[in-house]
T-cell receptor
């Protein structure tokens, strides 16, 4: 079945540095991918919609200059957390939908645990 | 406003007992409803989904859910819980054509031996 691969699964970085997270659709082409954020013991909150070949659409309250999204190909979207701070520590999850499957569900990556020290 | 509410933050059941996790939604259009399960530190796995048709939906791992429009509910059920079912469960509502989902707060399921 369709699989979404997310890398890295865990990353620790120092405050002020940038971190890039990759989301790949392995056996389908995804024109749209989604980035969610999950704080401990909380639900998933949609951060942005990543559109292949165009700018991402950010949800209200999400800083687009801090969370840079690039969707350069039909199988890869990247989320870069710039100038990371401890409050950016969270679980980030991407998802993608196979456009060929009518009413097909989203496929989620396994998430990236970001810890900013 | 669109929203999803899972009234139970934490539920504990004995292994072999039946389970029902509640989900209520508020959505302007015809809702597309989902239940996902998340193991600690992992991504989400789809248990089942409802788009249209039969309001009783069968999913993986023996789970089922019933869509009740009059109650704006989509409760998840399982007749006999296994220890491996212990996890976090999320109800979500959204538009299948866009892929954007609104998630509930989640329910943590603990299974007693």
């Amino acid at each position: 079945g369709a699989v979404v691969s997310q890398h890295p699964s865990r990353v620790i970085c120092k405050s002020g540095t940038s971190v890039k997270i990759e989301c790949r659709s392995l056996d389908f082409q995804a024109t749209t991918m989604f980035w969610y954020r999950q704080f401990p013991k909380q639900s998933l909150m949609l951060m942005a919609t990543s559109n292949e070949g165009s700018k991402a659409t950010y949800e209200q309250g999400v800083e687009k200059d801090k969370f840079l999204i690039n969707h350069a190909s039909l199988t890869l979207s990247t989320l870069t957390v710039t100038s990371a701070h401890p409050e950016d520590s969270s679980f980030y999850i991407c998802s993608a939908r196979d456009p060929k499957g009518y009413n097909s569900p989203l496929h989620f990556g396994n998430g990236t645990r970001l810890t900013v020290t | 406003a669109q929203s999803v509410t899972q009234p139970d933050i934490h539920i504990t059941v004995s292994e072999g007992a039946s389970l029902e996790l509640r989900c209520n939604y508020s959505y302007g259009a015809t809702p597309y409803l989902f239940w996902y399960v998340q193991s600690p530190g992992q991504g989400l796995q789809l248990l089942l989904k409802y788009f249209s048709g039969d309001t009783l939906v069968q999913g993986i791992k023996g789970f089922e859910a019933e869509f009740k429009r009059s109650q704006s509910s989509f409760n998840l059920r399982k007749p006999s819980v296994h220890w491996s079912d212990a996890a976090e469960y999320f109800c979500a509502v959204g538009a299948a054509d866009t892929g954007k989902l609104i998630f509930g707060q989640g329910t943590t399921l603990q299974v007693k031996p």
